[in-house]
């Protein structure tokens, strides 16, 4: 079993950053790769990022702007989100999972951190 905790969510302007964090637990979570979607009011849950166990390969939907990486010493996973936009606005979840998914299909989801962008 994998925990996963969200942290890091918040209001921010538009055109700011946030810096989110999922601590991870359980068993070999560094060997996991990791992800994070997120799903705005009304809307189905989209990926944004994701990264291999290793740090290696890194995927993301506007690697412009969203940035993931990871701290397997500190079992966290991190997503730099840079020069916001309303429509940024979302609950963002971490997710785990033994390889990346292409899908939404992932083994284990956090709880979800709030971020609100104002325009």
């Known amino acids: 079993q994998v925990q996963l905790v969200e942290s890091g969510g918040g209001l921010v302007q538009a055109g700011g950053s946030l810096r989110l964090s999922c601590a991870a637990s359980g068993r070999t979570v560094s060997s996991y790769a990791m992800a994070w979607f997120r799903q705005a009011p009304g809307k189905e849950r989209e990926f944004v990022a994701a990264i291999d166990w290793s740090g290696g390969s890194t995927y993301s939907r506007d690697s412009a702007r969203f940035t993931i990486s990871r701290d397997n010493a500190k079992n966290t996973v991190y997503l730099q989100m840079n020069r916001l936009k309303a429509e940024d606005t979302a609950v963002y979840y971490c997710?785990?999972?033994?390889?990346?998914?292409?899908?939404?299909?992932?083994?284990?989801w956090g709880q979800g951190t709030q971020v609100t962008v104002s325009s």
């Open positions: 997710a785990a999972s033994p390889q990346v998914v292409v899908t939404n299909l992932w083994d284990y």
